[in-house]
């Protein structure tokens, strides 16, 4: 893929078009150099306008479009986005700085939303009931809601607006997206893509920038629903401020993941789930796990094997196959983590391994090598906090019963992990522990695209989640219809007659 650092495009109405309201430009930094990538615009109230504008014109005609159709239009989707599958991931890796093999799983599990919304004439169907009352029928069907936004994270720049799209424009919707600023790039090829399946023009948009964007969208009378995946207070502020003008809203937010290591946890097996839930995107993943909690005597028998693991990793330019961690989004974000240990360091962890100050990669580049800390306080502000970056921080229980207790007590509820090879300690686990979404032996618990994203607590705010069935109750409203026929089916003038 050929890097380009021209200033970035809208997509509105089925034209590229350059920002009529443009507050300035922000350079897209490669995390793994310092080089400048690209200039986003950041767009501002007419841009928003005109998106939201194409959208409510298009919708009319894209919702009358059968639902079979709509699935087609998907299916081509699905074949341009894998033809494009390479380029994709190597913007990911570019802008995002994630190794290119999370980079290519990143593209593959945006290519299955495709495939699950692929379903959509199936998973809209609605329900009806004969004789609810004496010659009555009662039936309930989906329509779509209207048009749909979406606010996007720069963790997951292709993965995560295909949570949301696909399915918003296979229900009947018409789409706008705002993508991370800190990553427009990779939406770029994806609507490159969405522009030459034959959807009919305003049905997808793209409008780049910052919070003008942001607050616009949350804002405007015609748009009727927000997706938003971001940290827990924005996710708060954008649920309260979008709620406020009847829109529907689904907010994800931060987390603060555990990772419970029983006694007899088989050890190679739980280092390797561990190593890539902590580490794998550099730490920066909604999912990842960032405390482990040992029981017992666990933590003899699994700190050793860990550390050394940890400390194999490689760091690096995530486009070197060889890379195992690359860097993190910004120096900003690198200096902000390094914070976080140091604070947790001067309270009195032990920096098992450190990755502070790592040696040996691109000077301007934005690293943090992995980092372990032990024999942290279950109350240690760095336990309570999500850090966003590789760092590991190990909290000791006696029992499963306290490890449960220390999972609770996170404000958060996205996913948790249970490493263990008894059935009974993993039912009890499941049917106690406050999270949405629980691993057993899985480091990164986070389903596959025709399950829910199900977080909970602070980690969540609305009623439906992303992706699965959920997504499709987002994206459509139900209408009941009741009926009855007078007339009694026989002879001229009923609709049954006879052919």
Same mark, same amino acid.
């Given at each position: ?6 200033? #970035? ?12 309201? =443009? ?14 990538? +690209?200039? !986003? ?6 841009? $928003? ?13 894209? %919702? ?5 159709? %709509? ?12 033809? %494009? ?6 913007? !990911? ?14 593209? +593959? ?66 789409? $706008? #997206? ?44 015609? !748009? ?7 940290? +827990? ?104 983590? /390094?914070?976080?240990?140091?604070? =947790? ?65 996170? %404000?958060?509820?996205? &996913? ?18 406050? +999270? ?34 959920? /997504? ?18 026989? &002879? ?8």
């Amino acid at each position: 893929m050929t890097i380009s650092t021209d200033l #970035l495009n809208n997509y509105i109405g089925g034209t590229w078009v350059p920002a009529r309201d =443009a507050a300035g430009t922000l350079d897209v930094i490669a995390p793994a150099t310092g080089a400048t990538l +690209a200039q !986003v615009p950041l767009s501002g109230a007419a841009d $928003v306008d005109a998106a939201v504008a194409a959208a409510r014109a298009a919708l009319p005609a894209w %919702r009358d479009v059968n639902v079979i159709e %709509r699935a087609r239009r998907l299916f081509a989707l699905r074949e341009g986005l894998i033809a %494009r599958s390479e380029d994709l991931a190597q913007s !990911v890796t570019a802008e995002m700085g994630k190794t290119i093999g999370d980079a290519r799983a990143e593209v +593959a599990r945006a290519v299955e939303m495709v495939e699950a919304a692929c379903a959509i004439p199936t998973t809209m169907q609605g329900r009806i009931l004969e004789d609810v009352s004496r010659g009555i029928d009662a039936e309930t069907i989906r329509q779509p809601v209207g048009v749909c936004a979406a606010i996007a994270p720069f963790n997951f720049p292709m993965m995560v607006p295909f949570w949301f799209l696909p399915f918003a424009i296979g229900c009947g919707n018409t789409f $706008v #997206l705002k993508p991370s600023e800190q990553v427009p790039m990779t939406q770029q090829i994806a609507f490159e893509v969405l522009d030459g399946i034959g959807l009919p023009p305003g049905v997808v948009n793209l409008v780049n920038g910052g919070r003008e964007v942001v607050e616009g969208l949350l804002d405007h009378p015609g !748009v009727n629903a927000i997706s938003f995946v971001g940290s +827990a207070p924005v996710a708060k502020l954008v649920y309260e401020r979008a709620a406020k003008t009847g829109k529907r809203v689904q907010a994800l937010g931060g987390a603060k993941n555990h990772m419970v290591v029983m006694p007899d946890a088989v050890i190679g097996k739980t280092v390797d789930g561990l190593l890539a839930s902590a580490f794998g995107a550099a730490g920066q993943r909604c999912m990842a796990g960032s405390v482990v909690v040992t029981v017992g005597d666990a933590h003899e028998a699994l700190i050793g094997p860990l550390a050394e693991a940890t400390r194999a990793l490689s760091v690096g330019d995530g486009a070197d196959a060889s890379t195992d961690v690359g860097p993190v989004i910004s120096c900003q974000a690198r200096d902000r983590i /390094a914070a976080h240990v140091d604070a =947790a360091v001067a309270a009195g962890a032990v920096a098992v391994v450190d990755g502070r100050g790592v040696e040996g990669v691109a000077e301007g580049g934005a690293f943090v090598g992995p980092t372990i800390l032990d024999d942290v306080a279950p109350d240690a502000e760095i336990v309570a906090e999500e850090v966003f970056g590789p760092v590991l921080t190990i909290v000791r229980a006696e029992t499963l019963d306290d490890a449960i207790a220390i999972v609770n007590a996170s %404000r958060f509820g996205n &996913g948790t992990s249970i490493f263990t090879e008894s059935g009974a300690a993993v039912r009890r686990y499941r049917h106690e522990v406050e +999270a949405g979404m629980v691993g057993v032996n899985i480091g990164v618990a986070a389903p596959v695209a025709f399950f829910p994203f199900s977080g909970w607590k602070d980690s969540f705010l609305g009623d439906l989640h992303a992706h699965g069935p959920d /997504a499709v109750e987002f994206f459509t409203r139900k209408k009941t219809v009741t009926s009855r026929w007078f007339s009694d089916g026989q &002879g001229s003038g009923s609709y049954f007659v006879e052919r």
